[in-house]
């Protein structure tokens, strides 16, 4: 919103500093999002006085906990996982206004008595307050959830006014086309779309935010971000952890549905989407859109865009480790893939003809997230001895994490008589220019969507669009069990049939 | 000044020769043994930063702003320069040079930072020649801001057009500067900021994250009086505070009978800050708290019954203050 259209009182402050009074409801307070992530973000904001002088914390969920020890809970919380240290005087503020409600996510009354709880907090402040309810359980419980804000007239609070009440959903938004349309008939029954913020908390990371300055606010970029000199695009979303304890839930997920479909799919669409209108959240989900839906099908199979694999046994950090068959809670039979490598072709008039790459898998060589733009090498034969001159296709990258910031591979004179020369690279990183007290991805979100900015979260037709891509894949893997799974030795950088995908176009995965 | 320029830290070098120094620091320190910046990976520069220290300035203050600026360095690494003006012209006095550097070491090695001041000590008469000498000391292609602290007359700033012009933000204190900068020709108006306004940003914050959940109308309608009252030491921000909930209300109608009044607190307490709001009409709005203690209260009473609410307030730090100045 322009500064002059603000309340005056909020003209020349920043957006982020003007958050209408709000309690944050969050459902699965006990669980380790709450403790390792949300609890952190509120401390954090307080701590950078970003939250409003009315700021109310309520945990609900089904196991009855005291208002005491679930304070006691979100100081340990803050102890363990917070970037700054427990500062007394700031979370006292907030601990003063923190609160537990207990009941079941299918029980009609008890959201009658958290909606008491809300309106008590409103007598006592003699104020209206904003209600941000953070989802933060397994789907499984989303339904009820919804259904009983609705129900019990949470969700419409403050309908068609600024501080109308707002809902946050973690992933996932389904499991495949249908379930995801089901859940969003069930969001939409509830609450208006300008209502709900879904979650990705890759988009809340400084370098995604960055990707869309440095396309559009650098003239140097933008005229080359086209299949007239970008080769090809490489989207790496790597882990070094295998399934861990989470084997009955990845189980049930796999690479795809964890990450590609969602986190992977965001960046690619950040990458590849036309220059919006304007900045606002409307104007930048619709291109997103856009370009989701000019992705061509994929063709599963042998020749296929598609390859899936699983890790097997190796070594990671010169330490023997299981294959993933071989973990704990993991059908020895298992189809799932940790792995998933894929070809998009987007058929729009920019990109036509420019392969991108993206892949996703666990048990990786290293943790880490990027994108590569690899440009076309230059035309003519000048520098065409390849023994003299070892010429690299400028590669601009993107690197989301870890060490946030970009590089860019230049061609540069090796010093001396001779002209010899030799890819030399460029870095930025943010924590050097910029420090490395930046805020966290749910810090940032947590607070945009306290004051209505959902520039940063999914609209329902995105989360749907990337389905409609997918589903057919999982429906097709689904159907072949474990024919066609491939393989790759943990601490590798995947399986030999990601390698082919890319071979039969002469090109090569990186090793970022 | 000579005193300021041989009591601020650094290493004395010759004044041509003040890149290759600054150089030289960082492989000296890998050489004994201290910690080995990588390369340029902890140097990332984000912004040129001059502090500009008048005649008006003693050696503490000096230090203090010097302490500031360092802290400043930490939040956003950037080659910051130090000038400092000999006020008496002996045809005899050279500019001399300082260098200075210093590494923050945070949890890890990524978060390693370092800064380079490059202090500069010029005889008033030779400040045509301080245009090229600075162009030498600061990055090229980086935004440059400039930081003018306690001038004994704000006039002298037309001696310096190079940097009034070239620099993106200006930064004063009102609570401290001759009063010639309100009336002072600034070449570029819009790039002026005043520090007691950034310091302030935790008030007005807390103000308007309050009223903006009130109608405009409902804010100004029956409105008779608004004063400011404050500590002495805090005689600025009062005015300051006023000014900006001043253009705020014009901002939701129009005050034809509206008086405002800024006065000290009587008897005065250390680091009072209030902001009351006198209505005919029953309504009140009322903001006091203290910001060395770190608290206040806001009392308002809208039509819904009087609300009271106790906050933690302070004003923001030297370096903040830098920061929101700068880069908001």
């Known amino acids: 919103m322009p500064d002059a259209q603000r309340h005056p009182f909020l003209q020349g402050l920043s957006k982020h500093r003007g958050a209408p009074p709000t309690v944050v409801v969050i459902f699965g307070a006990s669980g380790d999002l709450t403790a390792r992530k949300l609890i952190p973000a509120v401390f954090n904001l307080g701590y950078d006085n970003l939250l409003p002088a009315d700021f109310f914390l309520v945990g609900f969920g089904r196991k009855p906990i005291p208002d005491d020890e679930f304070r006691g809970i979100a100081t340990g919380a803050i102890k363990e996982f917070s970037r700054r240290e427990l500062n007394a005087d700031v979370w006292n503020r907030i601990a003063a206004n923190t609160s537990y409600v207990a009941g079941g996510y299918d029980e009609r009354d008890a959201f009658d008595r958290l909606a008491k709880h809300i309106s008590a907090i409103e007598t006592k402040i003699g104020r209206e307050v ?98 007239n000199f970008v080769d090809s695009v490489q989207i790496t979303v790597a882990e070094e952890v295998g399934v861990g304890t989470r084997g009955g839930y990845y189980e049930q997920s796999g690479a795809l549905r964890d990450m590609i479909q969602n986190h992977t799919m965001q960046l690619v669409a950040l990458t590849a989407m036309e220059p919006p209108v304007s900045l606002d959240a409307e104007a930048v989900r619709d291109e997103k859109v856009k370009v989701l839906k000019s992705i061509q099908p994929l063709r599963v199979g042998s020749g296929g865009d598609v390859v899936r694999a699983q890790y097997a046994a190796g070594m990671m950090g010169g330490k023997l480790v299981k294959g993933y068959l071989e973990e704990e809670g993991i059908n020895p039979q298992s189809a799932t893939e ?75 004179k090796v010093p001396g008589l001779e002209t010899r020369m030799q890819p030399v690279k460029m870095n930025f990183r943010y ?58 030795a943990s601490g590798s950088w995947g399986p030999v049939g990601a390698d082919e995908l890319l071979a039969t176009s002469k090109h090569t995965w990186r090793q970022p | 000044m000579a005193a300021i320029f041989n009591a601020l830290p650094g290493i004395e070098v010759p004044v041509d020769s003040i890149n290759k120094y600054l150089a030289q620091m960082w492989v000296d320190t890998a050489a004994k043994g201290g910690p080995a910046p990588a390369a340029d990976d902890v140097k990332a520069t984000q912004v040129n930063f001059v502090l500009h220290l008048g005649f008006n300035t003693t050696v503490d203050d000096a230090l203090e702003q010097f302490q500031t600026a ?127 306004y950034a310091r302030l940003l935790p008030v007005r914050q807390s103000i308007g994250q309050l009223l903006s959940g009130y109608e ?75 910001v060395e203690r770190k608290n206040a209260c806001i009392e308002a009473d809208y039509g819904a019954g009087r609300s009271t609410m106790h906050i933690a307030v302070s004003l923001l730090t030297p370096d903040a203050a830098l920061s929101d100045a700068m880069f908001f």
């Open chain 2, 70 to 196: 360092v802290l400043f360095s930490r939040r956003a690494p950037c080659r910051v320069v130090v000038l400092c003006p000999l006020p008496i012209d002996d045809p005899g006095t050279e500019m001399r040079a300082k260098i200075y550097g210093e590494c923050h070491l945070g949890k890890s090695k990524g978060d390693t930072r370092c800064c380079e001041f490059v202090l500069l000590s010029y005889p008033f008469g030779a400040r045509q020649y301080l245009e090229s000498e600075l162009s030498v000391c600061l990055i090229t292609d980086l935004p440059l801001y400039y930081w003018v602290h306690r001038f004994a007359s704000i006039h002298r700033l037309t001696e310096y057009q190079y940097l009034l012009r070239r620099s993106e933000r200006i930064l004063i204190d009102s609570s401290i500067a001759d009063l010639g900068i309100f009336t002072f020709a600034w070449p570029r108006p819009e790039a002026v900021r005043d520090l007691v």
């Open chain 1, 130 to 227: 904003q209600t941000l309810f953070y989802i933060s359980t397994p789907p499984s419980v989303f339904a009820p959830i919804l259904l009983n804000l609705g129900a019990s007239g949470l969700a419409s609070r403050y309908l068609g006014r600024r501080h109308h009440a707002k809902v946050i959903i973690e992933k996932p938004f389904g499991r495949d086309l249908i379930s995801a349309r089901a859940l969003n008939t069930t969001i939409r029954s509830v609450f208006e779309e300008q209502q709900v913020y879904r979650i990705d908390h890759y988009l809340g990371k400084e370098t995604v935010q960055d990707l869309l300055v440095q396309r559009f606010a650098n003239a140097i970029f933008e005229p080359l971000w086209n299949r």
């Open chain 1, 338 to 412: 940790t792995y998933a490598a894929m070809r998009l072709w987007i058929n729009n008039w920019r990109w036509q003809g420019v392969p991108f790459y993206i892949r996703s898998g666990k048990r990786q060589a290293r943790r880490v997230s990027e994108i590569a733009i690899q440009f076309k090498r230059p035309p003519g034969t000048l520098f065409a001895e390849s023994d003299r001159f070892n010429l690299a296709a400028n590669t601009l990258a993107f690197q989301i994490q870890p060490d946030e910031g970009l590089s860019l591979v230049l061609n540069g």
């Open chain 2, 216 to 290: 405009p109308a409902a804010l100004i309608g029956g409105l008779r009086m608004v004063t400011a009252t404050h500590d002495e030491k805090l005689t600025a921000e009062g005015r300051v505070l006023l000014a900006w909930t001043r253009e705020r209300l014009l901002g939701c109608g129009a005050l034809p009978e509206v008086g405002f009044d800024c006065r000290p607190a009587s008897p005065t307490e250390g680091g009072l800050l209030r902001l009351a709001f006198e209505y005919a009409n029953g309504h009140c709005f009322q903001w006091y708290g203290n």
């Open chain 1, 431 to 488: 924590s050097t220019t910029f420090g490395s007290n930046t805020p966290e991805a749910y810090e940032r979100l947590v607070l945009d969507a306290m004051i209505g900015d959902g520039t940063l979260f999914i609209r329902g037709d995105e989360a749907e669009t990337s389905w409609a891509l997918y589903t057919p894949v999982l429906e097709a893997w689904a159907a072949a069990g474990r024919e066609g799974m491939g393989s790759y």
